[in-house]
């Protein structure tokens, strides 16, 4: 018996879809074509990255995987998307990090988008994606098999243990979360889940806190119809944060370095 609820969501996404071609015909043309064309790149670039990996299984270490995944991604699908959606980018503070030893990088979370600069810009990383990835066709398995560390956040648990897991196999990797948890649906910072800090105690990493503005204006929560042109965005990468004392502690100041790298860009990042 279906409910309300489940005829809502059946229908929310064709209708919100029809709608934007309403309201403004010619954007949701060029978003449609972009749309399209940035699947059939990760289409592309996913199913060739995935079969190298298929024949790599038992050979390639995960530090192995976990780097060609990168460089492919960093170098024929990041970069490609950023300047297929005429990205204007600001990087600020790439020098402040010494890339050359491992951390635990935090961002904030307002956007799809936020992964395009993170793999762009980050020279080396994986990222402690929620499982609900492994679903999408083409990414799902190149996270898999490339070497990232997946969590099922509903079991804390699972969580740390694969986290732990994956540093223990690659120990001089950058370790990337976002730390909310999830994109913002009102475009200002949620509360930090603890777990990055807790992984950044006990491995002795050093946090580089990471403040992404200007995605949430380009693409919200919502259809990938929406997004505006020429959209610019900024990325800044603090001062690295020496890890120890009590995890919450540790949370809340990584959290006000963020919010303060965001409303220095005029922008109200809590409420």
Not at 193 to 215: D, H, Q, S, Y
Not at 233 to 243: A, Q
Not at 244 to 255: A, F, H, I, S
């Amino acid at each position: 018996m279906w409910t309300l609820a489940d005829v809502i969501a059946l229908v929310k996404y064709p209708v919100w879809t029809a709608w934007r071609f309403v309201v403004n015909f010619p954007l949701a043309m060029r978003n449609t074509y972009i749309i399209l064309s940035v699947f059939a790149r990760t289409i592309v670039v996913g199913s060739r990255a995935a079969k190298v990996l298929r024949s790599k299984r038992g050979t390639w270490s995960d530090k192995t995987r976990g780097r060609y995944i990168w460089t492919v991604a960093k170098h024929s699908w990041a970069r490609w998307v950023l300047d297929r959606v005429e990205a204007r980018m600001d990087v600020v503070g790439l020098d402040r990090v010494d890339w050359t030893k491992p951390h635990v990088v935090v961002s904030n979370h307002q956007s799809t988008l936020d992964i395009f600069p993170l793999i762009a810009y980050i020279p080396s990383g994986r990222f402690v994606c929620k499982k609900e990835v492994l679903a999408f066709p083409f990414v799902g398995p190149a996270c898999r098999d490339g070497a990232q560390i997946i969590i099922d956040r509903a079991d804390h648990e699972q969580s740390m243990h694969a986290i732990r897991v994956g540093v223990q196999a690659w120990p001089t990797c950058n370790l990337i979360f976002f730390a909310e948890g999830t994109r913002t649906l009102d475009g200002r910072l949620k509360p930090f889940k603890k777990g990055a800090f807790a992984i950044a105690n006990e491995m002795k990493l050093p946090i580089v806190p990471v403040a992404i503005t200007g995605t949430y204006d380009a693409l919200p929560k919502g259809s990938l119809l929406r997004l505006r042109k020429r959209p610019r965005f900024r990325v800044e990468f603090g001062h690295e944060i020496p890890c120890g004392g009590e995890v919450p502690d540790l949370t809340e100041r990584t959290r006000e370095v963020i919010v303060e790298m965001i409303e220095q860009r005029g922008e109200r990042a809590a409420a």
